[in-house]
């Protein structure tokens, strides 16, 4: 084979791997774990008895001496615990509100007990009343590669619903409720340079982070509940004497929810890949991702919905919740890759908006089926948020203590853009009494330049304030001005291969800038930089916008005629060449107000309806830009598309030359006649 | 028959008393103008914005908070505590207005119309004012207690209820503390007509007869006060079917806009007028015989202390006065 030959065929070689690697979705995960539990619910004493056979593989290249547990339930155990010093909890509290969970024992499959190697560890903040890590020392290590096998049985207290998980009127939400293992990452992982377990305390604002695997449950609860779960139902028994017995299971996944209670009613749906998205949308779908239709199109999933009677008219609104994040987030990111899809509508404010494989709970209140509360869209927006989870949490396995962005900030853009789609493009969340709101709307108005003390990518634990700004609303709007900047296009591929790239999979915040960079073309690290790890707002306003003739020619002048001198006088227009206009200078100063910078556009309308596009790089503290013209500048704009929409203030990013008062003086009326109204209230009392 | 004479007779007084019903109104705006003119000077923010168009068309939360972006806590602070000042300030001017509005109307016709006004607010004022005061103060101690009351048997009857319920309960202890918190209104009010009209100065006893006044006769002054609130609620619903209609962008339509505010307010003093017109009327009508309030204040006396000394008053019985007028 001639050099060139071979130089052709390892180029063939090398761009089918390429093209192997970024095309194709992975249907599994390389499962680590593998639990099968077995629970008894007893809603008299609102406890679980459970006995779980988890099996453990090493993944990693580390001989490895311990394993590390999530006990999630006893930060409701005490006044003491991590959760509850920084939410508190007052002397006097009732009993019904704690919750804990025991380890009973735990052996080894040859039988040997591992109890005399169990104790409470302290990771984050060295509480030592803290017992939502627990740390089992094993007799012999785990070799790379190969597993543990252990058997364990537990007992746990359910508290009052709270943060998901309890009792509620005789309904039980069961979230984070067995003995759970942590991750161990090798080295590698998420940018480690060391193996070792990653296993965080419960913190009021942290979520969670577990291995893939297999998992089978059996569930047994009173007959006469009716029961909603992770995964699929395999079987169910009854015992004649008032128990069933259900068994779920499901694979590729890294938690295990469930819900009971005798007031459900279960409603089925199914979405469907051929009859709910059209031909059309496919075609559309692979062109602007580049891939083919086979790997676009989505699969049939059995939608189950867990209604509460006073709500089952609005079943509809999460029906319609759910098949917006089927459709798009399949579309956009790779296909729903399980069978069933449990919407939960939960009993009590703590219980709702949460996800958890295959099963979320939404919420929503009977008040918003009546007008005009109806036309607030939160059961659609939830439905759509938590169900987007399963993309970007679920299957994207992030960190949800360290890195909380990565699946908050990713799924509260997607979900962002699924409500546009659900309602032709306007994303309108609020329609109430005269007042409209958009998605954009509301995330801009959280964004305050007041909010420069914390970054999106710090623990979850470790915020002064604004967890939910950081980690939900200020990278929406990142990536929502990314997207702005590089084009819709590019940013879904980002997009898609991200979510390829790391399905089943657990990224850090430098793999998705990775893919982001190598998607885009160009590196996108000043952008990071700034807006992920840093804190800095982002502000340019125009200080000030001028427009004036420019001033007749005064002075000596050297010209191909001799010198020349003038004295500001009109000089004589030649009567054979065209009159020469007056010319007038406009000048605009930009400047930026924050720390952080960005690119911009700036638009100068002329009074003639001339327009021209100015283009600055944002870097310097303040500019100043100018044009001559025929005519006057009547307005200057920044970003007048309003693509910057990280911009903490855009009543600041555009300049009028002529006031207008009009918008100042109907305020001015309304609030002075609302002030009558009050003070006639108090003429009236007084 | 005494109700209907006593709206004809409250309907009449806002022919008659045309200045008094300017003055409460020109009260009104200077009062409203001290924290609406800082306002105005803020907003002055949006003149030179593309954005403020959105705030022409309609309102636009979004550019709103933007444009206090800088000053938000700032801005809510001082627009707070000017409203609470407001609230306080008005309070008193609404008490010394009221004064001025009640001699008019029991003693009417006396010229000049200026001197007569602030002669009798003033006279009135610190009567009105402890008035007020003790008015709250029971309303206040009663109020406080059907709440707590209220407030635990809607909490238990919230716990096994529906998800509407709450709101139902809620609204209805806010019906029932709007009825009980308008007796002690109207016992204020026929305090104060009392006070003018008998020239009264023990201002406790005062308010217990009225309070008995008004429990006597509860539904004829109910009906007055409901009457004149339903032609201010026609007033204002008007006003919002023309609100809606003109697009206000404009630069005449949003001075149509600010004159149709100015003729509510306008219209809305003019039915706070005639409200106290026909509340004297009724109070006339209605109040006990003389020899009933002899009998009344014998057991009174034997009760309290010893009279406070009695105020030089008009010379002419308030009713005397009236009829004559007629």
Redesign the interface.
């Known amino acids: 084979m001639t050099i060139k030959n071979r130089a052709i065929l390892l180029t063939c070689l090398a761009a089918s791997c390429v093209a192997a690697f970024a095309a194709g979705l992975p249907e599994r995960a390389e499962a680590v774990v593998d639990y099968r539990i077995q629970v008894r619910l007893d809603p008299k004493t609102k406890q679980l008895h459970g006995q779980e056979w988890i099996s453990w593989r090493n993944p990693s290249q580390d001989q490895v001496e311990d394993l590390w547990f999530h006990l999630y339930l006893n930060a409701f155990k005490n006044s003491e615990s991590t959760f509850q010093k920084h939410r508190g909890l007052r002397p006097g509290t009732k009993e019904s509100v704690y919750g804990w969970v025991d380890v009973l024992s735990l052996r080894l499959e040859n039988g040997t007990d591992l109890t005399a190697g169990m104790s409470f560890e302290q990771p984050d903040d060295g509480n030592k009343s803290d017992q939502t890590v627990m740390r089992v020392k094993l007799p012999q290590p785990v070799l790379p590669g190969g597993q543990v096998s252990v058997r364990l049985a537990f007992r746990a207290q359910l508290p009052d619903l709270r943060v998901r998980t309890g009792q509620s009127k005789g309904t039980f939400m069961v979230a984070q409720w067995f003995p759970k293992l942590g991750v161990y990452e090798p080295v590698g992982m998420r940018g480690r340079t060391t193996g070792g377990w990653n296993c965080h305390q419960f913190h009021p604002s942290s979520e969670f982070y577990a291995d893939f695997g297999q998992y089978s449950v059996e569930i047994t609860i009173p007959s006469n509940f009716r029961l909603g779960a992770t995964g699929q139902l395999q079987w169910k028994k009854d015992d004649g004497k008032g128990q069933s017995t259900y068994l779920y299971g499901e694979n590729n996944i890294h938690d295990f929810a469930w819900t009971a209670g005798p007031d459900y009613v279960v409603m089925k749906k199914k979405f469907s890949g051929q009859a709910d998205v059209l031909e059309g949308e496919y075609k559309q779908t692979a062109s602007l991702l580049d891939r083919s239709l086979d790997e676009v199109r989505l699969s049939d999933v059995e939608m189950i919905f867990l209604m509460q009677p006073?709500h089952l008219d609005q079943l509809p609104r999460y029906e319609k919740g759910a098949r917006l994040a089927l459709k798009w987030y399949g579309l956009w990111y790779g296909r729903y890759p399980y069978r069933t899809l449990t919407v939960v509508d939960p009993v009590g404010a703590g219980g709702g908006g949460m996800e958890y494989p295959t099963l979320i709970t939404a919420g929503t209140?009977?008040?918003f089926s009546y007008a005009p509360f109806d036309r607030i869209m939160f059961p659609e927006m939830v439905t759509v948020h938590e169900a987007g989870h399963q993309w970007w949490y679920g299957m994207v396995g992030n960190n949800e203590f360290e890195e909380a962005w990565l699946d908050e900030g990713l799924n509260s853009y997607s979900t962002g853009r699924a409500m546009e789609q659900g309602d032709g493009g306007r994303g309108m969340m609020v329609d109430f009494l005269?007042?409209?709101?958009t998605e954009l709307?509301v995330i801009?108005?959280q964004n305050?330049?007041?909010w420069r003390y914390d970054t999106s990518l710090q623990p979850a634990w470790s915020y002064q304030s604004g967890y939910s700004f950081y980690s939900y609303t200020k990278p929406e709007l990142m990536l929502r001005t990314l997207e702005n900047h590089l084009g819709k296009r590019t940013m879904a591929r980002i997009m898609r291969t991200y979510h390829e790239r790391w399905r089943f999979r657990h990224p850090g915040t430098s793999d998705f800038i990775a893919v982001a960079n190598e998607v885009a073309g160009k590196d996108l690290s000043w952008f990071f930089d700034q807006f992920l790890k840093g804190s800095a707002p982002l502000?340019y306003e125009i200080a000030g916008i001028s427009s004036f003739q420019v001033p007749a020619r005064v002075g000596v002048f050297d010209g191909p005629k001799g010198r020349v001198k003038l004295n500001g006088t009109a000089e004589k227009q030649p009567k054979t060449k065209p009159r020469v206009e007056p010319k007038y200078r406009s000048e605009v100063t930009i400047r930026r107000n924050s720390d952080a910078w960005f690119p911009v556009d700036v638009l100068f309308t002329f009074e003639d309806g001339h327009k021209l596009l100015k283009h600055w790089d944002g870097k310097a503290r303040w500019t100043r830009l100018s044009e001559e013209h025929t005519s006057r500048l009547a307005?200057a704009?920044l970003d007048p598309e309003h693509k910057i929409e990280l911009d903490?203030?855009?009543?600041?990013?555009?300049?009028?030359m002529?006031?207008?008062?009009?918008?100042?003086?109907?305020?001015?009326?309304?609030?002075?006649?609302s002030?009558?109204?009050?003070?006639?209230l108090?003429?009236?009392?007084? | 028959m005494c109700t209907a004479q006593a709206v004809k007779e409250g309907l009449q007084d806002i022919a008659t008393n045309k200045r008094t019903i300017l003055l409460?109104w020109l009260t009104?705006?200077i009062?409203?103008?001290t924290?609406?003119l800082p306002?105005?000077s803020w907003?002055?923010?949006?003149?030179?914005?593309?954005?403020?168009?959105a705030?022409?068309q309609?309102?636009s939360?979004?550019?709103l908070?933007?444009?206090a972006?800088?000053d938000?806590g700032s801005i809510l602070m001082i627009v707070g505590t000017l409203?609470f000042w407001?609230?306080v300030c008005?309070?008193?001017v609404?008490?010394f207005?009221?004064g001025g509005v009640l001699s008019v109307l029991v003693f009417p016709g006396r010229e000049p119309f200026a001197q007569h006004f602030f002669a009798g607010a003033g006279r009135y004022f610190l009567r009105f004012l402890r008035l007020?005061v003790l008015g709250v103060l029971c309303g206040g101690v009663v109020l406080v207690g059907i709440n707590l009351l209220l407030g635990f048997l809607v909490a238990r009857l919230s716990q096994e209820a529906?998800?509407?319920a709450p709101?139902f309960l809620g609204l209805g202890q806010g019906v029932l503390n709007l009825l009980i918190g308008t007796v002690f209104?109207l016992a204020l009010h026929y305090a104060r007509i009392d006070t003018v009209v008998e020239d009264r100065t023990e201002m406790g006893r005062t308010y217990l007869s009225s309070m008995r006044f008004v429990l006597r006769n509860i539904l004829r002054v109910f009906a007055l006060i409901a009457f004149f609130a339903l032609l201010t609620g026609v007033i204002y619903v008007l006003y919002v079917a023309l609100r809606t209609a003109l697009p206000?962008?404009?630069?005449l339509l949003?001075l149509v806009?600010?004159a149709s505010?100015q003729f509510?307010?306008l219209a809305?003093?003019a039915f706070?007028v005639g409200l106290y017109g026909a509340e004297v009327e009724l109070f006339l009508l209605r109040r006990p015989k003389a020899a009933d309030r002899e009998t009344v204040a014998v057991l009174e006396d034997a009760l309290a202390g010893p009279p406070a000394p009695v105020l030089a008053s008009e010379l002419e019985p308030a009713e005397q006065a009236r009829t004559d007028t007629e």
Not at chain 2, 248 to 251: C, D, I, K, M, V
């Open positions: 006073h209140t009977e008040l005269g007042l409209q709101l709307d801009r108005l305050r330049p007041s502000d307005k704009e903490a203030n855009w009543s600041n990013n555009s300049r009028t002529e006031a207008d008062s009009r918008p100042a003086a109907k305020w001015f009326s309304h609030i002075l006649f002030l009558q109204t009050l003070l006639g108090i003429g009236l009392l007084a | 409460v009104n705006l009062l409203a103008l924290v609406a306002l105005f907003l002055g923010k949006m003149s030179r914005t593309v954005e403020a168009e705030m022409l309609g309102f939360l979004p550019l908070v933007d444009l972006q800088y938000f409203v407001l609230a008005a309070s008193l609404s008490t207005v009221s007020l529906s998800e509407m709101l209104l206000t962008t404009s630069w949003i806009l600010m505010q509510v307010v809305r003093s706070q």
